[in-house]
């Protein structure tokens, strides 16, 4: 990932069979600034009722599971929870709603 990072700002989101992988970069708050970190926020969201959906701004969870476990991903944290970036280049796998393995540092091809 190292030499990619040097080409710009991305965050990546790659599914694969029953994980997915999450990589935070940086990001342009505005046409003005320069890309900074972090360039991803996650969340992760623990047995919530089935009664009660998960609402923020762009994203509507309607739970089927008794107690299901999500992290949602956005550029900027979506509400005043405890929203947390990883470093610039680290990579979050998550499976069935939870973050399994989050690398210590930028990846290196």
């Known amino acids: ?5 040097d080409l710009g700002p991305d965050n990546v989101t790659y599914p694969d069979c029953d994980a997915v992988f999450l990589h935070g970069h940086r990001r342009r708050p505005s046409l ?3 890309p900074r970190a972090p360039g ?15 609402a923020m701004a762009g994203l509507r969870v309607r739970p089927d599971a008794a107690e299901p476990d999500v992290v949602p991903a956005a550029s900027v944290p979506l509400t005043d929870e405890d929203w947390r ?7 979050a ?10 690398t210590e540092a930028a990846l290196s091809v």
Not at 1 to 5: D, R
Not at 40 to 54: G, K, N, Q, V
Not at 85 to 91: F, K, Y
């Open 32 to 34: 003005e600034e320069a």
């Open 85 to 91: 970036p990883p470093a610039e280049g680290q990579v």
């Open 40 to 54: 991803l926020h996650l969340l992760c969201r623990r047995s919530f009722s089935t009664t009660d959906a998960m």
């Open 1 to 5: 990932m190292e030499p990619l990072l």
């Open 93 to 102: 796998a998550l499976t069935q709603g939870r973050i399994v393995r989050l």
